[in-house]
C-alpha cells in the first residue's frame, strides 16, 4: 500500500535551470510532508517541510509546494546546482505522528 | 553530519541467523525511529522508541524488535533471518515524538545469504 508516490524516478536539468519534483499522495489524513535529500553511502538529510495549513514554504533556492485538494505537493529548486545531484525523497505523516511513509525518491541530476 | 551514528556499517549474515544493529542518537534527542530501504524504494518505518518505550509500530513482524537505553542509544534486533531481509536500516533521531525534522544516520547495509 503506497500511499506516497514520486512517478519519476529520475530527472536531468542543466545547471542555473529550475528542476521541480514531484510527490502524490491518497491518504487525506497526512497533514505534514518533508523532503530529503540522499547522497550514496549516507543517510538521508531534512531539506524543507510543510504543514497542511500552508501552500507554500520556501528556503533559500528550495521551495514546496502543496495542493492538498489534488493530494499533490512539488519540490522546486533555482538555480540548480550540481552539488544538489541526489536521490530526493518525499516523506509525509498524519496528526505529526511517528509514522513518516515515504516515496521511492527521485535521483536529480544536475549538469554542469 | 547529523550526529546519528550506526554500526556496524555492513554486514553479511546467513539466512536463520539473529542480528543487531546499534545506533546512537543526536544529542538531546530523546526519539529513535528505526526505517528499513530495500533497494529502489523509500524507507519504511519499522518502529519508534521514546524514553525507552516503543512509540509506534509499522507493518514488520515481530521477529523485528528493539530496544532504547537510558542514554537515548538503541538497538534493532531481528531474528530468524530472511534473503528479504536484506537492506539498509536507517536509524533516524528526533528531539521529541512530533514529527518534525528526523536526522537520520548513515545506515546498516545487511545482506543476508
Known amino acids: 500500500d503506497q500511499q506516497v508516490k514520486q512517478n519519476s524516478p529520475s530527472l536531468s536539468v542543466q545547471e542555473g535551470r529550475i528542476s521541480i519534483l514531484n510527490c502524490d499522495y491518497t491518504?487525506?489524513?497526512?497533514?505534514?510532508f518533508l523532503w530529503y535529500k540522499k547522497y550514496p553511502a549516507e543517510g538521508p538529510t531534512f531539506l524543507i517541510s510543510?504543514?497542511?495549513?500552508?501552500d507554500k514554504n520556501e528556503d533559500g533556492r528550495f521551495t514546496v509546494f502543496l495542493n492538498k485538494s489534488a493530494k499533490h505537493l512539488s519540490l522546486h529548486i533555482v538555480p540548480s546546482q550540481p552539488g544538489d545531484s541526489a536521490v530526493y525523497f518525499c516523506?509525509?505523516?498524519?496528526?505529526?505522528?511517528?509514522?513518516?511513509?515515504f516515496g521511492a525518491g527521485t535521483r536529480l541530476t544536475v549538469k554542469p | 553530519e547529523t550526529g546519528v551514528t550506526q554500526s556496524p556499517t555492513h554486514l553479511i549474515k546467513t539466512r536463520g541467523q539473529q542480528v543487531t544493529l546499534r545506533c546512537s542518537s543526536q544529542?538531546?534527542?530523546?526519539?529513535v525511529s528505526w526505517y528499513q530501504q530495500a533497494l529502489g524504494q523509500g524507507p519504511q518505518f519499522i518502529f519508534q522508541?521514546?524514553?525507552?518505550?516503543?512509540?509506534g509500530r509499522g507493518n514488520f513482524p515481530p521477529r523485528f524488535s528493539g530496544l532504547q537505553f537510558p542514554n537515548y542509544s538503541s538497538e534493532l534486533n531481528v531474528n530468524a533471518l530472511e534473503l528479504d531481509d536484506s537492506a539498509l536500516y536507517l536509524c533516524?533521531?528526533?528531539?521529541?515524538?512530533?514529527?518534525?525534522?528526523?536526522?537520520f544516520g548513515q545506515g546498516t547495509r545487511l545482506t543476508v545469504v
Open positions: 516523506a509525509a505523516s498524519a496528526n505529526n505522528n511517528n509514522d513518516m511513509r
Open positions: 491518504n487525506s489524513m497526512f497533514d505534514y
Open positions: 510543510i504543514s497542511s495549513i500552508k
Open positions: 544529542s538531546g534527542h530523546n526519539t
Open positions: 522508541y521514546y524514553r525507552e518505550e516503543e512509540n
Open positions: 533516524a533521531s528526533q528531539p521529541g515524538q512530533s514529527n518534525t525534522e528526523a536526522f
